[in-house]
T-cell receptor
Framework: AQSVTQLGSHVSVSEGALVLLRCNYS??????LFWYVQYPNQGLQLLLK??????LVKGINGFEAEFKKSETSFHLTKPSAHMSDAAEYFC??????????????FGTGTRLLVSP | DTAVSQTPKYLVTQMGNDKSIKCEQN?????MYWYKQDSKKFLKIMFS???????INETVPNRFSPKSPDKAHLNLHINSLELGDSAVYFC????????????FGDGTRLSIL
């Protein structure tokens, strides 16, 4: 069964520092992976997705993620954190894509805290 | 211009009441979803509709009844509300396809007194 694990419920960085949010997946088929961001009192916004092809995926707001099959990982990074990046980040895998009855299975989320 | 819109944004009511949440998308998508986010921020799918037909029902209690009058709308009706129903409910939509991303509304925060 497809699932994702996010390591660390909270990550704290200083403004300008590297952001690294970890996500490991479990899937018996080639996975479709997503990162979403949730700002306070808002819905989820797609940051980026991996389907097939290039393993380094670039998203919005300067974020990128690298799909590593050997490590079953899809970690999210940003070279330099901004205060505005403070939010909750969710990794998700799409389940059922091959049948058409698709749904997103989310990790437990990681709250990113950015200090001045 | 809002792609996926939900109403109301906040819903405060008493145990035992019946309430509805409405969702509309103007993206031309043919698949819509309801997700529940609990107090620990955990998100889980409840239902999925494709072209007005139910395709996923994730063992949600019968008190929850989704209704899709057309493919742009998916409403959620909840009967006999319980304390455990307190959560944020998100509507989402996507094109049907292997890796089509889902677009989310801003959520409806339901609080049961």
């Amino acid at each position: 069964a497809q699932s994702v694990t996010q390591l660390g419920s909270h990550v704290s960085v200083s403004e300008g520092a590297l952001v690294l949010l970890r996500c490991n997946y479990s899937s018996s088929v080639p996975p479709y992976l997503f990162w979403y961001v949730q700002y306070p009192n808002q819905g989820l916004q797609l940051l980026l997705k991996y389907t097939t092809g290039a393993t380094l995926v670039k998203g919005i707001n300067g974020f990128e993620a690298e799909f590593k099959k050997s490590e079953t990982s899809f970690h999210l990074t940003k070279p330099s954190a901004h205060m505005s990046d403070a939010a909750e980040y969710f990794c998700a895998v799409m389940k059922g894509a091959e049948t058409g009855f698709q749904k997103l299975v989310f990790g437990t989320g990681t709250r990113l805290l950015v200090s001045p | 211009d809002t792609a996926v819109s939900q109403t109301p944004k906040y819903l405060v009511t008493q145990m035992g009441n019946d309430k509805s949440i409405k969702c509309e998308q103007n993206l031309g998508h043919d698949t819509m979803y309801w997700y529940k986010q609990d107090s620990k921020k955990f998100l889980k799918i409840m239902f999925s509709y494709n072209n007005k037909e139910l395709i996923i029902n994730e063992t949600v209690p019968n008190r929850f009844s989704p209704k899709s009058p057309d493919k742009a709308h998916l409403n959620l009706h909840i009967n006999s509300l319980e304390l455990g129903d307190s959560a944020v409910y998100f509507c989402a939509s996507s094109q049907r396809g292997r890796h089509q991303p889902q677009h989310f509304g801003d959520g409806t925060r339901l609080s049961i007194l």
